[in-house]
């Protein structure tokens, strides 16, 4: 690997952090106001818990969320946030219903009124619902043609067994089974202020937005419902799972390892030993069957959080003729992470890149609307973004070993390769035990 040579670490300034304010209103959602003045917009974003949701529905319900109430049309929606300079809109992930969006400043007031009347009144009318659905269901059936996707399907059903976090995608059938009527049921039981956290970011002042959020949004009532999801089991490493694609020019390598929550004490650390192994460009995995080898246009390693657990997944498509050369290369850098320390220029390069990603991430408004919201979906404030980066600072590389050979040693690896069997199940039969499976 060539070695660069960098400039004195510059100690890390404590981050500044925004003028912001926080109230929980009596109906149960908790406001977080944040002061940014870059540009004249205020950024919204409201995460509800919708863990346990059922998957078709709640993923439907979040495509149809904008498509009328009883005073109206989807298109009277979109022309009134359109005349305040913003837009709305809906998606889900395990853990939640997410809505996100922006407007003018002057423009927050009628946003959020149309976003309570979204949340109080949506009506879900029949011909949208169709329309929504067709529209769902084409998307999961591209989705379903795309390598990065099925392997990702097949990834999360070898990690989670039979947690709820195991699938992720609803089947188009069970979409198309959906109806109106059990959209509105489905809001009527979970789309609740309980438990709900807004985040507003922008050339705003704080408390006076809160204000603006108690008025419009006050009469959004209702009790969360009971969407805990139980803790994510320990990976079970095993066999090698090949899924098989016929006729495949590539194949998809996928690996999962165990990680750690935000809070723990420990996790700085590992986010450093990722970047060392494969979480940026200067890392040792992408040098290696990247830059040495061809093997790949690009591999990337990250930890994924949910709430109820994490995981540290690594990702790489490369050439059919190379699979098992390349898993022996991958295999081959997650041993020497997990075994040998990192050099002193190695992590500090890795550590300036943590550093300066941190501080990029929440130099936008839009971003610090996403990290704000994030973070509050976990129970966290900005405030843990100083304790992250104090830690990043001063995480030093015997930790980052000791971390590392916890939790990045290939034999904790769960591993998915999804191709053309009849030409890498050898090659991958050569370097370890291979169950095959269809797709």
Known sequence: MTTKTLPDLVPDAELTLPRQAERKLPNGLTVIAIRRESVPLVEVRLRIPFGRAPLAA?????????????????????????????GLAAGTDPDRLQISGNALVDGLPRTLEILAGVLTGAAYPGEEVVTERERLVDNIQVALSQPAHLARVALLKRMYLTHPY??????????????????????????????????????????????VAEKTLGGWTGEARDGDIPPTPALQPGPLLLVDRPGSVQSSLRIALPALTRTDPDYA???????????????????????????????????EHFVAGSALLAAADVATEVTGPSLLETSYELGRIASLPPGEEELEQARRYALGTLRLGMSTQAGLAGVASVYAGFGLRLEHLR?????????????????????????????????????????????TVVERSAQ
Do not use: C
Not at 405 to 428: C, F, N, T, Y
């Open 58 to 86: 709640a993923t439907l319900l979040s495509q149809s969320l904008f498509t009328g109430t009883a005073t109206m049309t989807m298109l009277d929606i979109a022309a009134e946030l359109q005349a305040v300079g913003g």
């Open 166 to 211: 195991a699938v992720q995608t609803p089947a188009p059938e069970d979409v198309r089974a959906v109806e109106p009527e059990a959209l509105r049921e489905l809001h009527a039981d979970r789309v609740r202020p309980g438990g709900a956290v807004l985040v507003l970011v922008g050339d705003i002042d704080p408390e006076q937005a809160i204000d």
């Open 269 to 303: 650390a590992l986010t450093l030993a990722n970047l060392v192994f494969g979480g940026y460009f200067s890392s040792r995995w992408v040098e290696n069957i990247r830059e040495d080898k061809g093997y790949t246009y690009g591999s990337h390693s990250v930890v």
């Open 387 to 431: 304790e992250h980066s104090a830690a990043l600072a001063a995480a030093t590389r015997e930790q980052v070993a000791e971390v590392a050979a916890r939790h990045l040693a290939p034999s904790r690896a769960v591993i998915v390769v999804l191709g053309d069997a009849e030409k890498i199940e050898g090659q991958l039969a050569a370097l």
